[in-house]
């Protein structure tokens, strides 16, 4: 696992051991930037359920100005930690061990790119994108990455998010949706 390109290009990122974790496959993570690849100089990045940390990393590398890593597990947050020390990004990045339904909604601040990979079968990409939805995190003309089953594709979470589209990498779906241009943050001037 290595990072694509950018300031820490070719870095190898270290993984969790065992099965707990399943990381992005190249495959998927090469789509996912290519598609974004225009979107994320200067873009404040959410990764919930962040694993190793390679998608914000990614980013950091890309020149975002900051990423947001969020785990429950212990074990990921340290090794977020030691792959953001590796690639030499700790500067721009703030670790979070916790649940990312909570810190979704005790968020400060807004996002421009949030990735959601959380475990398959779990029901959490629905509460995640529900949870976003609610607290109103994503800026606009925001974007939201979220990994799933290929064959069950997640749907808006609201009408200010549409879908743009469902990607397919075997058996792994890749969705994108947009935040509407004409929906704004409460409490933002026109």
Known sequence: MRVITGSARGRRLKELEGQETRPTTDRVKEGLFSILQFEIEGRRVLDLFAGTGQLGIECLS???AKAVFVDQRTDAVRLIQENLALTE???RAEVI???ALDVVARAHGTFDIIFLDPPYQTGL???ALEQIAAFDILNPHGI???EHPADRPPVSP???CRL???YRYGKIGLTIFRRAENHRNEGETP
Do not use: W
Request: charged content about 30%.
């Open 62 to 64: 890309r020149g975002a």
């Open 89 to 91: 990004l700790a500067d």
């Open 97 to 99: 061990c916790g649940s």
């Open 125 to 127: 990409l629905e509460k």
């Open 144 to 146: 939201i990455a979220a």
């Open 158 to 160: 609201t009408e200010t």
């Open 164 to 166: 743009h589209r469902t």
